[in-house]
């Protein structure tokens, strides 16, 4: 306790010497201050004048950053909007029309020899063409709720048919529903089967090109890219 209490008074003591000196070293600064003010002042008037251009400058290039985030952000809703609308047109076509209008997205984009199936036992394939290189186009098509989810097993039936029974260059999933689960996608992605659910489907249908939407994974963002088939 007593060591304590000593350490305590010596804790006091420094304190008060700290303040000692820092007041004479203020008193001392304030004096040189007053005695060069002509030489000081230039130099205070420019380092205020910096500060108060820099911190404009700062505060303008943050606004300017969050107005062009706002920016970004409505584009993305009003894309994602329109996406929707041009959805809601498809979600009213029959499985079978679904399929001819994915045919017809195809043709429009250059495949030449389209043909659809339309019929069961196709073996995955429901649309098959030519890009405009003379790759093979090997298309599923999965008219579903938007609420579902691509499964993991229809995606392995497509992968077991695409390239083996139908000699596919580009092996193509599209469907109405808005994403695939995991394991399909992961499935998808190691053998380059291009995943296209409900948002990159809506941007084909608003005219995206579709050698522009082969590049892209199952998730729609676009940042994981498959090698050219």
């Given at each position: 306790m007593a060591a304590r209490r000593r350490l305590g008074r010596l804790k006091k003591r420094t304190r008060r010497q700290l303040k000692g000196w820092g007041a004479v070293v203020a008193l001392a600064a304030a004096v040189w201050v007053a005695r060069h003010w002509s030489v000081v002042w230039p130099v205070l008037v420019a380092v205020v004048a910096t500060a108060v251009v820099g911190g404009a400058g700062w505060a303008l290039w943050r606004a300017h950053r969050l107005e062009v985030g706002q920016d970004r952000a409505w584009r993305a809703q009003e894309e994602a909007r329109g996406r929707e609308l041009s959805m809601a047109e498809v979600d009213a076509l029959s499985w079978q029309e679904f399929e001819k209008y994915v045919a017809n997205l195809c043709q429009r984009d250059g495949c030449t020899n389209v043909v659809v199936s339309g019929r069961s036992g196709d073996l995955?394939?429901?649309?098959?063409?030519?890009?405009?290189?003379?790759?093979?186009?090997?298309?599923?098509v999965k008219k579903y709720a938007p609420h579902r989810s691509v499964s993991s097993p229809?995606?392995?039936?497509?992968?077991?048919?695409?390239?083996?029974?139908?000699?596919?260059?580009?092996?193509?999933?599209?469907?109405?529903c808005r994403s695939f689960t995991r394991d399909a996608l992961g499935l998808a992605l190691r053998q380059d089967v291009v995943a296209m659910h409900r948002d990159l489907l809506g941007s084909w249908v608003r005219g995206a090109h579709l050698e522009t939407l082969i590049p892209l994974n199952g998730s729609g963002g676009g940042t994981r890219r498959r090698p050219t088939a």
């Open positions: 995955g394939a429901d649309v098959i063409g030519y890009l405009a290189d003379g790759r093979k186009l090997v298309v599923q229809d995606m392995q039936k497509f992968v077991g048919t695409a390239r083996p029974e139908h000699g596919a260059d580009v092996a193509l999933f599209v469907t109405t």
